[in-house]
């Protein structure tokens, strides 16, 4: 039986959902995929690192409260993150990056993926910064050291949209995509839509797990602008950089001009869309749009996302699925597992037990 040896870099909603999943159903996928899990070192801002190259006894783990972990008072723990040691001299077989979305430099996410893959480590992550503006560079990085490179959620959290494009969708002409990418600006317009006031939608969705760190992103657009630049990038083989990519968003908007908007038959939406134009060049932006009931995604509603793909044999092709929330979230990095093992099978698989590395 094969077996993956995880490191959890970020123990937040994502990475704890993960680790929750493998206590729940660690043995379900085990039979089913043919392959175990083990995690065997977390860091975290404020809880610390942990390091166990025997495994780390997540129910113990996942007993404790979020806010009231302390690595320091466990075995082989330290108050300390010590990402970068953890990463490069640390076991384990896969780094599961889910810190916070810097997308000015995409750091310190982009750190903690390179210095894995150059370990020679796979690596799955649900962090856009370094995806979003670093995935070509990180992608032949990972190509070089032959490990895997995997970020499905990245966009559209687990509903596999880049998979959908990648797999399912190959021998079409792709000519365009646009979606509802964010949860969190999709549940406020619906609950603008319903009378609610914008900064009490906020909060509803920050409680409910969707928004980011800073709900900013989420409403201005730049959480979107991320995702577009990754399809148009992963889909359209764009090579497009933030200032690329206009970007607007629905902070503007109130429930007068959603009754307004009803009365004539159309729905606010925040849209991202990437179209690539006649001389191959792409044209990527974000908007708020009132769409007409007839458009694809007018009756996507609350969290949930889609994207609609333009293609040429198929015309238009929508997939539509959850777009945030932490175990939704944390299924796509068991995607992005599953993936690393189709690939790289066994003989991906390092299970590094490094003498050397001081716990
Ligand atoms: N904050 C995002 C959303 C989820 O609301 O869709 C992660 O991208």
Redesign the pocket.
Known sequence: MTRYDLALIGFGGVNRALAELIAERGSELEDELGFDLRVVAITDLRAGSLVRPDGIDLAALLATAPGELDFSTLEGGSCEPRNQQVIQDGPGDIVVEATFTNPADGEPALSHVRWALEAGKHVCTTN?GPVALHGRVLKELAARHGVGFEFEGSVL?GTPILRTAGRLLAGLRVTGVEGI?????NHILGRLEEGVDFPEAVRE?QALG???ADPTA?VEGH?VQLKVMILANEVLGADLRREDVRCGGISHLTPADMRDAASRGLRWKLVGQATRREDGSVDARVVSAALPADHPLAAVSGPT?AVAFHTDLLGTVTVSGP??GRTE?AYALVSDIIAIHQRHGAAGTHHLSKESFRG
């Open positions: 856009k959290s990418m964010n949860g969190t600006s969705a969707y928004a980011e989420d959480d996302n777009g945030a979230t």
